[in-house]
């Protein structure tokens, strides 16, 4: 029964061009979150302009307010992303973006904005 319900679910849930997957709005605006994470702790190109194309992408699919909800997304980016860790020294700022992405408090919000 639960198979069923959720695949009720997920039918309801349209796939946007370029996705494989459904996703919603929450979906796409954590998405945008984490390309603008990795452009700023990777800067420089060729990686920079991949992670700035693929944040673009989600907010381009999105049918959020193009304002608000996006720029405040950008104010939750951790700021910490090129400090190495205490441990070895190292930059951890794929960790750091993906547990950006995975947050509570990120989750929160981008299902706040729908």
């Known amino acids: 029964m639960r198979w069923i ?3 009720a679910l997920l039918a309801s849930v349209p796939n946007h061009v370029n996705l494989d997957r459904p ?11 984490l390309g603008k994470c990795l452009a700023k702790a990777y800067d420089q190109p060729p990686f920079v302009d991949d992670a ?13 307010s193009k304002g608000d909800p996006y720029q405040d ?4 980016i951790p700021t910490d992303l090129k400090t190495p860790t205490i441990y070895e020294n190292h930059v951890i700022a794929v960790h750091k ?15 706040k904005q729908r």
Do not use: H
Request: net charge neutral; hydrophobic share 50%.
């Open 23 to 33: 996703a919603n709005e929450a979906d796409l605006l954590r998405a945008y979150a």
């Open 97 to 111: 973006c993906i547990e950006f992405y995975e947050s509570p408090g990120l989750k929160a919000f981008a299902k």
């Open 5 to 7: 319900v959720l695949t």
């Open 73 to 76: 997304v950008l104010k939750l």
């Open 52 to 64: 700035d194309w693929s944040a673009n992408m989600y907010f381009q699919m999105g049918k959020l």
